[in-house]
């Protein structure tokens, strides 16, 4: 759609991209119906744990290579790196436990009570230890994400059954590179120029227009400046386009994947008691089934937080994508209203009424994880790519290889004065020595 410069420019991210996508949809072939299984839990685990060394390793050029930040990328510090690190020891706790009680309870010798208190133990600290990066905080969205995945990796250590941990990384990874690439889009279509080579025919006016603009120019100053002041003025975030809705409808298609990809209530083994007897031995719906919501809401509450980033870092209105989002899935909620039958066999009829009640509430849900998403990136910093188009870096480079074979007839030279978004708003050209103002 962008084309081959696009690609050859950002080859690694698309590589990821289609890697991520095809991992993605490898879940879809395997079975709804799963049994337990040791091995995939332990896969599982080790991914999740191999990011947080990997992130403790490398976030030194994770963080600050290629990122423009409102304020310098801070560096983790001994604090955030010990609370990481224990964030990591957690994840290798819940696979120990969690092997440990699998096999005690296929054995039929029940679970040890040391392994109850040792899980619930991961469990509550894993949801609580992130509150302790409030000493040190690093607001770099990269670290958001990073702290929200090993949030819920050992949770979904303990209450999985097979591939969900599998799955569970995966959805992660793809989230995050959607997130990149879609902005790397964003900024790579705003270098492209935009205005239609200047016509050499003079375009009709109507008889209004011109009377209009013959009114215009006749205005004293004051008032165009106050009209000009009036049009200018700035807007914080930038309007809708149709690339926003191609973005709400993968968000569309992310929530719906995590929906029925696996360990999702689309799938009879979701409630499976395998994995919440590790936690509660004895037959307890309600808490039980607490638990087993928990699992099932961490993709979501994922998916959220990435789209609440994607949000701001493509400078759109709060909650736009969001809105886009429900209004899609009013149509789809229309779709189903119309395909409800009321004649035929009562597991047709059941499962027309059970799809348009869906369908009703994605719309409540997304609403829901909008919540979600202002919470887990309340007060995150927004980088913007290099190269990308969006910084005053390469604006004031236009003196090179102009004015230096003129035989010292002149200089030019152009400063720019960068606002926050990177709009020029002065300037000053140097032309023989003479330094003269020019609005930029």
Not at 162 to 182: D, M, N, P, Q
Request: proline residues 4%; charged residues 15%; glycine residues 10%.
């Amino acid at each position: 759609m962008y084309g081959r410069d696009y690609i050859k420019k950002d080859k690694v991210l698309v590589a990821t991209w289609s890697v991520a996508c095809t991992s993605m949809s490898i879940f879809t072939l395997l079975p709804a119906i799963k049994v337990e299984n040791s091995n995939t839990i332990l896969l599982g685990g080790f991914l999740m744990g191999l990011v947080g060394v990997l992130y403790l390793l490398f976030e030194k050029s994770i963080l600050s290579p290629g990122t423009r930040l409102s304020r310098p990328a801070p560096t983790l510090d001994n604090v955030t790196k010990s609370i990481i690190g224990g964030q990591v020891g957690l994840i290798a706790l819940a696979m120990i436990v969690t092997r440990s009680s699998i096999k005690s309870l296929q054995a039929k010798h029940g679970l040890p009570f040391g392994n109850q208190v040792v899980g619930w133990f991961v469990l509550i600290t894993s949801l609580t230890i992130p509150f302790l990066h409030r000493v040190q905080p690093n607001n770099h969205y990269l670290h958001r994400l990073a702290i929200i995945f090993l949030t819920f990796s050992p949770v979904f250590i303990i209450l999985t059954i097979s591939y969900e941990g599998l799955f569970y990384f995966a959805f992660c990874a793809t989230l995050v590179t959607w997130v990149r690439l879609e902005h790397h889009i964003y900024t790579y279509t705003k270098k492209l120029p935009s205005l239609p080579p200047a016509s050499t025919t003079i375009a009709s006016k109507t008889p209004s227009d011109a009377i209009a603009d013959i009114s215009k120019q006749l205005r004293s100053p004051t008032e165009t400046t106050t009209d000009s002041a009036d049009m200018k003025d700035p807007s914080p975030y930038r309007t809708l386009t149709l690339s926003d809705a191609r973005i709400s409808l993968f968000f569309l298609y992310l929530l719906q994947s995590a929906f029925f990809s696996t360990g999702n209530v689309a799938s009879v083994s979701s409630f499976s008691l395998d994995s919440v007897y590790r936690l509660i031995p004895v037959f307890n719906p309600f808490s039980q089934g607490i638990l087993l919501i928990l699992k099932l809401m961490i993709p979501f509450a994922v998916i959220s937080a990435n789209l609440g980033i994607l949000n701001r870092r493509l400078g759109v209105a709060p909650s736009s994508l969001f809105m886009v989002v429900m209004a899609i899935s009013d149509v789809l909620t229309l779709n189903f209203f119309w395909l409800v039958r009321d004649e035929g066999s009562w597991l047709d009829i059941g499962t027309s009424i059970s799809h348009f009640v869906i369908a009703s509430l994605l719309c409540v849900f997304v609403a829901g994880l909008e919540f979600v998403s202002e919470i887990f990136v309340s007060g995150v910093d927004i980088g913007e790519e290099e190269g990308g188009g969006e910084g005053d870096e390469g604006i004031g480079k236009e003196n090179e290889g102009q004015g230096g074979g003129g035989g010292g007839d002149g200089e030019r030279i152009v400063d720019v004065v960068s606002a926050d978004a990177g709009k020029a708003d002065g300037g000053r050209v140097t032309v023989n020595g003479h330094a003269t103002g020019v609005q930029v």
